[in-house]
């Protein structure tokens, strides 16, 4: 690109339009410095890290019922509570372990830093791999669930209008929208330890209790009405007639239990963000962590309790959903009724998309740590633009958007992609836990190693239940990809491995005697300014001999070739010509540099003239091989390659500025007949 010079003397480079883009979009770039860390106190920690875990009472209840219902009718209400308790328990058998985790490990990074401490590096990738997974649908969850809420606030204030409907059938299409602009602001440098974002989920929490406490109190004081079972778009009430001990098959309990999991989900963000607390970060983190957990306890059990009460019925296309139901009959039809109702509706979306926020903050770091490891692209450590993991944001947007579009951004179908990642995690949080304590065992270390042992049975029981019971149901998918998912961590590490093993032998064979002879061979393949330049930095090194090479595939491409070579002042340079008549110009060149790096016992430099065309249209329309030529040449011993590159597109702005001020320009007396009727004249390029 071309530049100006500064009244000061400095060189002034223009942008490029994908960096003028990029800044428009983005903002100014951040530097280094501005970095920061902010301490959270346990009340802003406990809003900013526990959206993604709490919000999850909104659709944890419901996801039970949409296995019930269908399978033994009105006594899935019943079967719900006693489920309810369940996933209650291994609720608190969960944060007890978890206590434990962010007392030792106060670094972010939850249960893979707990499995790489304890088990080593290469173990702790099946903790990766799963919290990767866990990352990935959470976006798909909580952006779906947030649409959900804002679809069913819309048909109680509005009915079944053609808006609505529109926006009920389009669905996919607003969440998708809110994912990219969530990607968005994460590329423009949200922090997920901005106060701001601690709003939302105490406005959540406001709403819920709101909800469970009016629902209960019209219970409780005679209001057993009971919502209709048998509107069109619920799910058809199975056979109950044999009550809920006979009708409801083992199954069917486990299958509604793997769904009621998704209510967990998300606990593990305080381990993974213990780094924001205030000193003691441990003690601190602790306490938060009982707290989010006894929110999200009383909630779903809230939420159970009242859908027990009113038989609030889950639809088959999500909305309205089982929590909107519940607020709609306990706040009534009155307009504070209404302003209720709209409350807890858009304070769940709210949660929710800030929900799926978490995981915009939480996949890069975890990506970065991992890629630290060596174990992922090392690009996924560089910070961008505006300081953010730019590229891990843009690889969950990616993978997440593909994942809603793949299941229609049905919250029930992307709920049994959920569990076993998340429940992974847990089991490996456990075990790291359990071996932490038996090599240390320090204080009541019995006990400590019972809770944790405890946790990771339970949770490696899930991911077994929901891997059996949710197979068919797209959980195939996770058991497919997990293990591919490792093996190819692994690999990439290997890989890492090998070429730092390669490298780290450069400066025993840098000690080597070279010889000292230098021989600079330059690939012609047209007669241009490109090739000119080569020669002119050849001549520029002062090498004990230059030689101008040109692989002929065509004879009468290698005539014309030659003929401009002879009118043009090179000096005393000749062009040699190599029959090349299998086309296979990559070996023939390595062939004669190998023959004369034998025979001569020279340092042969490759000088190869690379044009630089505009980004799109220059890949389309030439092709672009030194690099290939680079490495096919690379491997032979006493040889460097040097590509010389020549911007074209700021050559040909210079040529226009000089026409335009009269300038005359020499041009070379061969170059309209080299464009002309060439069929061979992009050969090497």
Sequence with gaps: MAGTISPSGEVELPESLGYRVKKRLLGKPLVTEQLTHEKLSNSVALGVLASDCISSMAYGSEQMLVILIPAIGIAAFTALIPLTFVILGLLVLLTFSYREVVSVYTRAGGSYVVARENFGPRVAQIAAVALLIDYIVTVAVQAAAGTDAIVSLGQFLWGNNSFIDFVGVHKLW??????????????????????????PAYLFMAGMGLLVIVGFIRFLTGDHTQLNTH???MYTLGSGEHGFFYGAALLTMLRAFANGGSSLTGLEAISNGVSVFQSPQGKNARKTMVVMSAVLGTGVLGVSLLAHITHAMPYTDGTPTVVSQEASWAFGSSWIGYAALVFVQLATALVLYTGANTSFNGFPFLASFVAEDSFLPRQLTRRGHRLAFSSGIIVLTAVSLV???????????????????????????????????????????????????????????????????????????????????????????????????????????????????????????????????????????????????????DDREADRLRLQW???????????????????????????????????????????????????????????????????VGKLPNVVTTIVPFDVVSAHDELEVAEATGVKVEKLDHLDHTIEGSDHADEMQ
């Design 174 to 199: 607003l969440t998708v929208a809110v994912v990219l602009l969530l990607c968005w602001g994460n590329l423009r440098g949200i922090r997920e330890a901005g106060r701001a974002f601690a709003l």
């Design 566 to 632: 002879n009118n043009v002042e090179v000096g005393d340079l000749s062009l040699e010509i190599v029959e090349c008549p299998d086309r296979r110009i990559n070996r023939a060149l390595v062939e004669l540099i190998a023959r004369t790096a034998k025979r001569e016992k020279s340092q042969i430099t490759l000088l190869i003239p690379e044009r630089n065309y505009s980004p799109v249209l220059g890949r389309l329309l030439h092709r672009r091989t030194p690099d290939q030529i680079a490495r096919a």
């Design 231 to 233: 509107v069109q778009g």
């Design 403 to 553: 994942l809603l579009i793949a299941t229609n951004s049905d919250l029930s179908s992307l709920v049994s992609l959920y569990a076993i990642g998340v429940f992974t995690g847990f089991t490996m949080a456990g075990a790291g836990m359990v071996k932490h304590h038996l090599d240390r065992r320090e204080g009541k270390w019995k006990v400590k190693v019972g809770i944790n042992g405890a946790a990771a049975i339970a949770s490696l029981a899930v991911v077994g239940i929901f891997a059996v019971t949710k197979f068919t149901e797209g959980a195939w998918v996770v058991v497919v990809i997990f293990p591919i998912g490792v093996w190819s961590l692994i690999k990439v590490n290997k890989r890492y491995r090998e070429e730092a093993e390669a490298l780290a032998m450069a400066p025993v064979d840098a000690t080597k005697p070279i010889p000292r002879r230098q021989v600079m061979y330059i690939l012609v393949d047209r007669v241009d300014l490109a090739v000119l330049k080569a020669i002119r930095y050849a001549r520029s090194l002062r090498p004990a001999e230059i030689r101008a090479v040109h692989f002929m595939t």
